[in-house]
């Protein structure tokens, strides 16, 4: 009977034993799986990302490859206190979120001028230009804010006049589907293409309006159609796009660039 008792499998010690030497042997696995696939989702990612910068430059072909596609476009960092060109940090291995966060590379954001809502930015930030025979065709920036359910992240790219804009393309987002997630539909992101971050002074005035623009609208220049029944993203993507273009995020870099291209 003892003996029967010692090796009765279904016991509970037995069963509990059994039960944390496959949570222990799955946990292995998945970890080791993670460790194993990172480097091909980073790789993914970044892909991804720059799939979506060439887009926005309107640089990609279809079928195109990507890393050939971008060969053409120059990353630079900028220190966006002075907006000069810094070689500091490197930006093919830059993450500027996580850098946010960090003390040294970090910096809060005063709460009157974090229009935005991300609290916190990273004293550096990846700029891409695009060049032709050595002259600047387009300048592309990362811009990213709270919209009403998430963060958005996406670029912005600009003419060689460091003002007019060429297109606004969102890489991740999850914004209300049908309603928020209309800044991904084509035929509103070209309403982004012509339009003007500044109106002669230092302050971006692009915004997107409540409604459509009208017609006879002085102000039509710097205005974007709302987004229906996404009032609140629309918002988001205003004070996004004015905050990395104002004077606490890429504000300094655009004005020396208009002056140095004087």
């Not at 958005?152 to 393309?169: Q, V």
């Amino acid at each position: 009977m003892s003996e029967k008792k010692a090796f009765d499998r279904d016991s509970i010690s037995n069963t509990l034993i059994v039960a944390i030497g496959l949570s222990l042997v799955c946990s292995i696995i998945v970890a080791s799986a993670a460790i194993v696939l990172k480097p091909a989702q980073e790789r993914n990612e970044e892909e991804f990302r720059q799939k979506i910068i060439l887009e926005v430059a309107g640089l990609m072909e279809p079928g195109g490859n990507v890393a050939e596609l971008f060969g053409a476009i120059e990353p630079r960092m900028v220190d966006l206190a002075t907006g000069e060109y810094t070689d500091a940090v490197d930006p093919a291995s830059f993450d500027a979120l996580m850098a946010a966060g960090d003390p040294v590379l970090g910096t809060d954001i005063p709460q009157d001028e974090d229009i935005a809502g991300i609290r916190h930015r990273a004293k550096y930030a990846p700029v891409y230009l695009v060049t032709e025979d050595g002259e600047i065709q387009q300048i592309i920036l990362p811009v990213y804010g709270k919209g009403l359910w998430s963060t958005m992240l996406g670029y912005l790219s600009l003419a060689p006049d460091g003002n007019t804009i060429k297109g606004l393309r969102f890489y991740a987002h999850a914004e209300t589907p049908g309603l928020g997630d209309q800044v991904d539909k084509e035929a509103w992101r070209a309403q982004w293409d012509g339009k003007q971050l500044f109106a002669g002074g230092d302050e971006p005035k692009i915004h997107v309006v409540r409604g459509k623009v009208p017609a006879d609208s002085p102000n039509a220049a710097y205005e974007i159609d709302g987004l229906s029944g996404a009032t609140l993203t629309g918002n988001g993507v205003t004070n996004l796009v004015q905050y990395w273009t104002g004077p606490h995020g890429f504000g300094p870099y655009l004005k020396k660039y208009r002056e140095d291209s004087q």
